[in-house]
């Protein structure tokens, strides 16, 4: 059983996070990916939101990379809500 972003495609998902992308510097900060998650009808707590960073923030600069949103879209679809 998917989560409720399952239905979207990763293309979809993927303009989503670039859509939030504020200062248009291709990385998201937390609180662009928590604008983001905002949008898409979820409220998540900063601890959550610091959470995806760390897991899909891969040299741990604090930020989301256009080169880490594949790693993002999937741990996305792999949530359980």
């Keep these: 059983m998917g989560n409720k972003y ?4 990763e293309e979809q998902l993927a303009w ?6 504020i ?11 928590a604008r983001a998650f ?6 998540w707590t900063a601890r959550r939101v610091k959470g995806a960073l760390r897991a899909v923030d891969a040299n741990g600069d604090g930020v989301i990379s256009m080169d880490e949103m594949s790693k993002l879209i999937v741990y996305v679809k ?4």
């Design 6 to 9: 399952s239905s979207l495609s």
């Design 16 to 21: 989503i996070f670039k859509k939030h992308d």
């Design 23 to 33: 200062d248009r510097d291709r990385k998201l900060t937390k609180e662009e990916l």
């Design 38 to 43: 905002d949008y898409l009808g979820s409220r």
């Design 78 to 81: 792999g949530l359980r809500t």
